[in-house]
């Protein structure tokens, strides 16, 4: 694990740290790798902060935004001191350069404490520098790349075509580029804009989120909103807010508008959590399912989990727990004690440090869970160990320990405390930072859906690949919650769970008709896997783009009642499977296609899953047969 302290300032590393934060990257290797805070890609070195308005390029393969330093403000006292992350927030950060940066702002503002010489520079050629006010505290600055970017300070400074001046302590200087050709009138006389360093969201109501600012100046924020936003953003009572359609910044994720106001509430739709398909499962079909089940039952007392690995042992755990929930949807509870000894018998020894090749220890650099075979290994589970993957293969876990806890009431109060600090290594939502975890380990609240890639360096930032496996872990946290009454534990896990699909849903479920990719890479792909702050790519991890089923595949599983809110668009679930139809050939990947045909060709499908010979470690013949009789 790489240390933190070279780049989180003293008073931060005493708590756990983010690990999938937007600003990753500027606190691991040199830190110099660039971030994708909207709408700027942002780099910094030792003593000057980059922003790049990038440039949204394509193949058929994949999108991608590439890094031009359109602008640089520098001191010109270069230090031989890195930069500090010396405070953040879930909507800012603060690195002591000194600069700062706000998500979603135009606004790039760099505030100084003590006297110092900065200059702000370009790669580009300026075609113009002029003051805009008499005071000199407003300036245009115009590139022959077109962008025309503004600069606000607090006081005056006199900027020469070099565009380098002193500025002594305690003044703010913000930038902005313009971002259409229309003439957009803020704040034209007075010198800063309003502003804000740092913003919060919560989670206060099941399916809400607000954000609010802390918020500097007499005016509104300005701020800027990505298609899901614009969805979600209610107008509340007593509370001015105005999206500006027309105010607009190209972005990967689709344009991002303005939005002026100090506060935002998001709300989704209400998503069922519940333990049995929502619909139930036809009468007639409970005997092809009870004769499934139990040779699937009497499969698992002859074979116990024999892998150590924590990502395919869970997903054994979540397969067996399926069973028996499926057990008591079909009235067949002569099973259920068969299942609740292998969930008991394979969960223990992971949650009492008792398995010999592999389990759960904590961390202290960054604070939070590492597996025994990661604590050693960075490549071991995935990557488990360097905070990759952690909500796919806890979900996994906390998806039989839901169950285990609703069938054995007894165990789940037995082992309540190791249960919870599975659930809160990426799901302490407290507002007040946990002292074990950090804050909502993968979930990132601006984006809206969570990220996987850890404390590793990438040049397109942050990635995740699996968005059901995502949406796996925060149904199963509500699961556990639903399993100990805990109506705190079902609100934040529902919804997150909510805003995980509406994103997969926005950015991975790439629709014929509005979706937000460029045609020819919308054209070629029907689902988006490797999804990256700044990139989409159309090969996977493992396997090359050609290998349909699985895109398909690890977008679908696992098989449960949530799969059919992730895949509620049957129009699009039909597009999806018809492009992946050609390339079918491994028997697991034919069961999560057949799974998806069976939303909308039932018959078909059920005479295709019959013939199968083999199924996905984490799906059963029982548990697609449960799937395909409850649509
Ligand atoms: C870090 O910087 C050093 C010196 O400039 C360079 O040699 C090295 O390759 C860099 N490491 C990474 C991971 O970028
Ligand atoms: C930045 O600061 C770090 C830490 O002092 C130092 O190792 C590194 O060489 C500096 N980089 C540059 C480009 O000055
Ligand atoms: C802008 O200026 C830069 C630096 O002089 C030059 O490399 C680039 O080609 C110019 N771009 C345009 C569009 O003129
Ligand atoms: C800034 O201050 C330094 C040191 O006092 C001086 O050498 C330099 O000329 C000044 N630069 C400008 C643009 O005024
Ligand atoms: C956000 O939360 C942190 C931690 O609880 C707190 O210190 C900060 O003041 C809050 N900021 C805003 C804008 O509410």
């Known amino acids: 694990l790489p240390n933190p302290s070279t780049y989180f300032s003293s008073n931060l590393v005493s708590s756990p740290l983010p690990t999938n934060s937007f600003f990753q990257n500027f606190a691991l290797q040199n830190g110099t790798q660039a971030e994708y805070i909207h709408p700027y890609l942002i780099k910094t070195s030792n003593f000057s902060l980059s922003a790049s308005c990038p440039l949204l390029l394509f193949t058929t393969a994949v999108l991608y935004q590439t890094f ?56 580009r050629s300026i075609v113009s520098l002029c003051s805009n006010n ?27 075509h070099d565009a380098a001046s002193n500025i002594t302590s305690k003044h703010f200087l913000q930038c902005c580029l313009f971002p259409t050709s229309r003439v957009w009138q803020f704040s034209t006389s007075s010198a800063l804009v309003t502003r804000s360093l740092s913003g919060n969201a919560t989670l206060v109501k099941p399916f809400r989120v607000t954000y609010e600012w802390q918020k500097k100046g007499p005016g509104f924020l300005l701020t800027l909103a990505h298609p899901l936003h614009v969805k979600l953003l209610q107008y509340k009572k007593n509370h001015r807010m105005i999206v500006l359609r027309d105010f607009k910044y190209r972005s990967i994720d689709g344009d991002l ?13 209400t998503i069922p959590v519940t333990w049995h398909s ?18 699937d039952v009497e499969a698992l007392s002859s074979s116990p989990i024999a892998t150590e690995s924590s990502y395919y042992y869970g997903k054994l755990i979540g397969r067996a727990a399926r069973l028996a929930l499926i057990a008591e949807e079909v009235s067949s509870p002569n099973v259920i004690p068969t299942i609740q000894k292998f969930l008991k ?97 993968c979930f990132d609240l601006y984006k809206l859906h969570s990220w996987t890639s850890g404390v590793t360096e990438f040049t397109d930032g942050r990635n995740q ?22 109506s705190n534990l079902v609100a934040t896990g529902s919804t997150l769970l909510a805003l995980e699909i509406l994103a997969a849903q ?42 349909r089923e699985c895109r398909l595949g690890i977008e679908v ?14 129009d699009y679930v039909k597009e999806l499977v018809e492009w992946t139809m050609p390339s079918l050939t491994s028997e697991g990947w034919k069961g999560m296609t057949y799974a998806l045909q069976g939303i909308y060709d039932k018959e078909t499908v059920l005479q295709n899953i019959r013939m199968l010979t083999g199924f996905d470690d984490g799906n059963s013949f029982t548990n697609l047969l449960w799937w395909i009789h409850s649509r």
Not at 134 to 154: A, D, F, V
Not at 257 to 269: E, Y
Request: hydrophobic share 35%; proline share 3%.
């Open 68 to 123: 031009v330093a359109d602008i640089t403000i520098s001191s010109t006292q270069t230090t031989s001191q890195n930069h500090v992350i010396s405070s953040y927030s879930d909507l800012g950060v603060t690195l002591d350069i000194p600069s700062s940066n706000l998500r979603g702002s135009p606004y790039i503002t760099a505030s100084v404490t003590k006297p110092t010489s900065l200059s702000i520079t370009t790669v």
């Open 134 to 160: 008499k005071e000199n505290t407003k300036y245009t600055l115009k590139l022959n790349n077109t962008q025309t970017w503004l600069i606000y300070t607090s006081s005056p400074i006199y900027l020469n």
């Open 257 to 269: 508008v303005g939005v002026v106001g100090d506060s935002w509430l998001l709300k989704t739709d």
């Open 278 to 295: 929502n619909k139930g499962v036809e009468k007639e079909s409970h005997d092809e399912i009870v004769s499934a089940l139990s040779k």
């Open 345 to 441: 018998d394979s969960i223990e020894p992971w949650l009492d440090g008792t398995f010999q090749g592999n389990g759960f220890l904590y961390e202290n650099k960054w604070g939070g869970l590492v597996t025994k075979q990661g604590s050693t290994d960075s490549g071991a589970d995935f990557g488990f160990g360097v905070y990759n993957d952690h909500h796919y293969h806890l979900g996994y876990f906390l998806y039989g320990i839901a169950v285990l806890a609703k069938v054995d009431l007894q165990w789940g109060q037995k082992y309540k405390p190791q249960v919870y600090s599975l659930v809160s290594d990426f799901m302490n939502s407290g507002q007040k930072y946990n002292s074990h975890y950090p804050r909502l380990r």
């Open 465 to 486: 690949e699996s968005t059901s496996e995502a949406v796996n872990a925060y149904y199963s946290a509500a699961l556990v919650g639903l399993a100990y009454d805990d």
């Open 506 to 547: 926005t950015w991975w479920h790439v629709k014929a008709e509005g979706n937000l990719y460029e045609e020819e890479f919308a054209k070629e792909n029907k689902i988006v896997d490797a999804l990256w702050a700044n990139k989409r790519d159309s090969a996977l991890w493992w396997a090359p783009a050609t290998c």
């Open 557 to 570: 599983l696992p098989l449960s009642p949530v799969t059919e809110t992730l895949f509620y668009d049957a």
